[in-house]
């Protein structure tokens, strides 16, 4: 499945995996908020991959947030 939408500039992205190949993209335009928001759904298990945030080329900022 292909996403559906264009990611925005400055803003941080990461990934919920679900079942199969399938994963939930969620976005945060604050770093302190995607940072923490990551970190919750890790907490409750979830299993979760960081992108960082979309330059409007690449992402930035992709090293994983720790505890």
């Given at each position: 499945?292909?996403?559906?939408?264009?990611?925005g500039e400055n803003i941080y992205y990461?990934?919920?995996?679900?079942?199969?190949?399938?994963?939930?993209?969620?976005?945060?335009?604050?770093?302190?908020?995607?940072?923490?928001?990551?970190?919750?759904?890790?907490?409750?298990?979830?299993?979760v991959e960081w992108l960082g945030k979309?330059?409007?080329?690449?992402?930035?900022?992709?090293?994983?947030?720790?505890?």
């Amino acid at each position: 499945m292909a996403k559906k939408f264009d990611f925005g500039e400055n803003i941080y992205y990461f990934n919920i995996r679900t079942t199969g190949q399938s994963s939930i993209t969620i976005k945060r335009k604050e770093k302190k908020q995607a940072v923490q928001s990551f970190l919750d759904y890790k907490d409750v298990g979830k299993d979760v991959e960081w992108l960082g945030k979309w330059d409007g080329k690449k992402f930035q900022e992709t090293s994983t947030p720790k505890a």
